[in-house]
T-cell receptor, first 117, second 109 residues
Framework: GAVVSQHPSWVICKSGTSVKIECRSL??????MFWYRQFPKQSLMLMAT?????????EQGVEKDKFLINHASLTLSTLTVTSAHPEDSSFYIC?????????????FGEGSRLTVL | GQNIDQPTEMTATEGAIVQINCTYQ??????LFWYQQHAGEAPTFLSY??LDGLEEKGRFSSFLSRSKGYSYLLLKELQMKDSASYLC??????????WGAGTKLIIKP
């Protein structure tokens, strides 16, 4: 099946710094990628929809200036958490839908666990 | 508003059968998905239903009734590795995925 790789898997940073998380589709092209965050024992919360070559669509309540999303190619989307604070500590997961296929299946990255000290 | 309901937690015995229910109220319907998520890992796709009826895939089956806004995931011959959270998600008229909170399934020997 299609593979989505997310990097880094774990990151610890100091409060006030910025962290970039990459999401790559390894063997398929993804016009659309999705970014989620998940708190312990809770479900996925969609943060934004990333579209190649255009601005991301953010969900209500998600600060676009704090969570910068760039989808510069058909295989790479990045999420940058700017000026991170302890409350941004969470599990961030990306998913991708293969361009041209509408089976509805999403392929998920491994997730990135962010801890802000 | 849009809403997906599924039980928070279920317990079953190894080798047995368990059914996880999901009810939904969404703005339109373009398919229902079940995902499995082990603790600390990303979700993995299990099934996709867009028409009424039962879809069988090995030990797992998924059922959909659009008129009732209802689905279930049936797991047979339970194994310890099936201990995980099971997420129900519905794609609405805008092709947005609405996620349920997940059902934590605990398998006991």
């Amino acid at each position: 099946g299609a593979v989505v790789s997310q990097h880094p898997s774990w990151v610890i940073c100091k409060s006030g710094t910025s962290v970039k998380i990459e999401c790559r589709s390894l063997d398929f092209q993804a016009t659309t990628m999705f970014w989620y965050r998940q708190f312990p024992k809770q479900s996925l919360m969609l943060m934004a929809t990333s579209n190649e070559g255009s601005k991301a669509t953010y969900e209500q309540g998600v600060e676009k200036d704090k969570f910068l999303i760039n989808h510069a190619s058909l295989t790479l989307s990045t999420l940058t958490v700017t000026s991170a604070h302890p409350e941004d500590s969470s599990f961030y997961i990306c998913s991708a839908r293969e361009t041209g296929y509408d089976t509805g299946e999403l392929f998920f990255g491994e997730g990135s666990r962010l801890t802000v000290l | 508003g849009q809403n997906i309901d599924q039980p928070t937690e279920m317990t079953a015995t190894e080798g047995a059968i368990v059914q996880i229910n999901c009810t939904y109220q969404t703005s339109g319907f373009n398919g229902l998905f079940w995902y499995q998520q082990h603790a600390g890992e990303a979700p993995t796709f299990l099934s996709y239903n867009v028409l009424d009826g039962l879809e069988e895939k090995g030990r797992f089956s998924s059922f959909l009734s659009r008129s009732k806004g209802y689905s279930y995931l049936l797991l047979k011959e339970l194994q310890m590795k099936d201990s995980a959270s099971y997420l129900c998600a519905v794609r609405d008229s805008n092709y947005q995925l609405i996620w349920g909170a997940g059902t934590k399934l605990i398998i006991k020997p």
